[in-house]
């Protein structure tokens, strides 16, 4: 008699349609003992306003300017910028097609959260957290609409183990003359999938009344019975462990009530509880392991606002949705490394994503530094 196929238990692979890949899922390796490489702990000993760090208020930075005496939040461009901003030079004739080269240009601008040093996204107030949510929304909009940019990226590095050199509460937005990879290939198969004949179902249509995949998975998620990848939810929003997740504790935020292109749709309703679930889903990460979380946290839109001509109908196909990828694997100490296989062959996890959804919902959402008293 065949055995009984357990997703808890045997290994197997699950698809990610938004990048068009597979992941080997062994749950069954948690067992093994860890003799690798444990990281130390971020400090959490951190005060209020540092003299040396070139992020707090009235600082000089590492180029020599200062760093204006904020308030709230603070942008400016960076001092190191890894792209440039147009003119970008013409490139040369490649020797050979296999060896071509596209010149790229745009911006990177750091944005900082709060004037203290020491305070992060899960221990800052919700009326902070919106005036994060809007900065970046004015920054999405200004920079999106420069001559020349394609797309404009959100995203945090928290952690210093996720290469932020850092630790004062900030992100950054990079703004490209060209679409880059991963971007283009969530659009593709956007498109893809609103083109193909699925089912119809209850959930919420993107553009033309065409189905959206990401309407689709949210409304399956939060509707399927027990709905046993969601971490939390609100009115709008839900944050889940996606069912293709690749990082240990990885989570996908979106809104699951209608279709939404970028941050500069949504209504003060659907903004105040973005920054409800920010605030629920980022105490919980430092909840699981006691300490300061690590992630890479992006936002992924509407490349850029509608008020830019090129392509603006279809990349209305984009539905905003936010990234969250922390390496912690099973302590403060211990992250996953992508090598071996992972590099050669296929993406790997150990553990399930309903293993980790559970281990999240179980957190609380009062912030261990908080519960201490």
Known sequence: ??????????????YNPLN???????????????LGQVEPPQSIDLPQHDPACYLCPGNTRAGGKQTEVYEHTYTFENDFSAVLPPPIPQAPVAPHHLLTAEPVGGGCDVLIFHPRHDLTMPRLSLQDIERIIDQWTTTYVKRGSEEGIRHVQIFENKGAIMGC???HPH????????????IAQEKTNLIQYSDSEHPLSDAPKGPGGKPCLLCEYAHTEV??????????????????????????????????????????HLT???????????????????????????YSMGIHQRPVPPSVPDGADQDDIAHLHIHFSPPLLRSATVKKFMAGVELMAEAQRDFTPEQAADRLRACSEIHYLDARG
């Not at 462990?241 to 941050?263: C, D, G, M, N, Q």
């Open 1 to 14: 008699m065949a055995q009984l196929f357990d997703p808890s238990t045997h290994p197997h692979r699950r």
């Open 171 to 182: 992100g950054q937005v990079w703004s490209f003359t060209t679409v880059p990879t991963l």
């Open 268 to 294: 003060p309703e659907e903004t105040h509880s973005f920054a409800d679930i920010l605030s629920r889903v980022t105490k919980r990460y430092d909840n699981l392991f006691s300490c300061s979380f690590a």
């Open 165 to 167: 050199s850092n630790p």
């Open 20 to 34: 068009d890949q597979y992941i080997i899922v062994s749950p069954h390796r948690t067992k093994r003992p860890w």
């Open 223 to 264: 509707n399927i019975e027990g709905a046993e990848r969601v971490v939390v939810k609100n009115d709008h929003w839900v944050a889940l462990v996606p069912w293709w997740a690749y990082w240990p504790y990885e989570i996908l935020l979106l809104p699951y009530r209608r279709h939404i292109p970028s941050i500069l």
